[in-house]
């Protein structure tokens, strides 16, 4: 069986205000760009993207689910359920699928709260602090996991 040629690309809680919240923290950039930006780098490595963004846990918990059908990774911003949800965290080490985590801005210099991730030891990739550039590196260094390239 070939590997999917695809990716899920999930963004959590309040991400669909990219653009317009706190853009001294995250920017200008809308959710159209990450998903435009993200969809641009998995072309450029011949692979498509599905794009959730969800304010609900379980929405975001069934499409990690459904990827274990059709995709070959998964690229997370969790968003505020980074520090929260052992459930989502949970999904992602159920499906056997690696998994970059991202995140805009840098959590481990934000407040104590946000410097937790419980998607981090399930993540293979770590992209924080770059950004909605960081996305195009996560699938970038993500790809590299999948086909083997990844220096270790």
Same mark, same amino acid.
């Given at each position: 069986?070939?590997?999917?040629? +695809?990716?899920?690309?999930?963004?959590?809680?309040?991400?669909? $205000?990219?653009?317009?919240?706190?853009? /001294?923290? %995250?920017?200008?950039?809308?959710?159209?760009?990450?998903?435009?930006?993200?969809? /641009?780098?998995?072309?450029?490595?011949? $692979?498509?993207?599905?794009?959730?963004?969800?304010? &609900?846990?379980?929405? $975001?918990?069934?499409?990690? &689910?459904?990827?274990?059908?059709?995709?070959?990774?998964?690229?997370?911003?969790?968003?505020? %359920?980074?520090?929260? *949800?052992?459930?989502?965290?949970?999904?992602?080490? *159920?499906?056997? $699928?690696?998994?970059?985590?991202?995140?805009? *801005?840098?959590?481990?210099? +934000?407040?104590?709260? +946000?410097?937790? *991730? %419980?998607?981090?030891?399930?993540?293979?990739? &770590?992209?924080?602090?770059?950004?909605?550039?960081? %996305?195009?590196?996560?699938?970038?260094?993500?790809?590299?996991?999948?086909?083997? +390239?990844?220096?270790?």
């Amino acid at each position: 069986m070939s590997t999917p040629r +695809r990716l899920l690309l999930v963004n959590g809680p309040n991400l669909n $205000l990219l653009g317009t919240r706190q853009p /001294e923290i %995250y920017g200008r950039d809308t959710l159209a760009d990450v998903e435009r930006l993200t969809a /641009e780098a998995a072309a450029r490595n011949g $692979l498509e993207v599905r794009a959730v963004q969800s304010n &609900h846990e379980g929405v $975001l918990i069934d499409a990690i &689910h459904a990827a274990r059908l059709d995709c070959a990774g998964i690229v997370i911003n969790a968003g505020g %359920y980074t520090h929260t *949800s052992v459930a989502l965290r949970d999904a992602l080490a *159920s499906v056997d $699928l690696p998994v970059a985590e991202v995140h805009i *801005s840098n959590i481990k210099e +934000r407040e104590s709260f +946000r410097q937790f *991730s %419980y998607i981090e030891d399930v993540a293979v990739v &770590h992209v924080i602090g770059e950004g909605v550039t960081g %996305y195009a590196r996560a699938v970038d260094l993500l790809v590299e996991v999948i086909t083997g +390239r990844a220096d270790g």
